[in-house]
């Protein structure tokens, strides 16, 4: 995959338009230099951001029993995320870290001495 794609995956369950990042990265090929990873690369990251969910093509499920006149035909379609791929970070790089919240403090609240 690579910056810019569109995938289905799986159900994720996040809501559309929130990030993601998938940290469960095989192979980073980048031009000639392949990093192969044993199982995953470590430290590597796909990050992307969620298109929201849609349903897949439908799969028939027939069973059939001759001589019998038996026969059942179900059908199923699985729940899939789209996600556009924002950006890979390969192992060592240093990934963008997220504005952080200012902590909040309820006004009048004191810690009681013993």
Known sequence: M????TIEIERLGAAEGSRV???????????????????TVEG???????QGEAKGDK???LKFKSKIRYSVKRGHRQTHTRLTV???VGPGAA???????????R?????RGT
């Open 21 to 39: 990042e998938l940290d469960k990265v095989l192979c980073i090929a980048d031009g000639d230099k392949v990093t192969l990873g044993t199982p």
């Open 107 to 111: 006004k009048g609240v004191t810690k």
């Open 86 to 88: 924002d950006r890979i």
């Open 44 to 50: 590597a990251k796909v990050i992307a951001t969620s």
């Open 2 to 5: 690579s910056p810019g794609q």
């Open 95 to 105: 990934p963008e870290e997220p504005a952080k919240k200012p902590s909040r403090r």
């Open 59 to 61: 799969t028939v499920v």
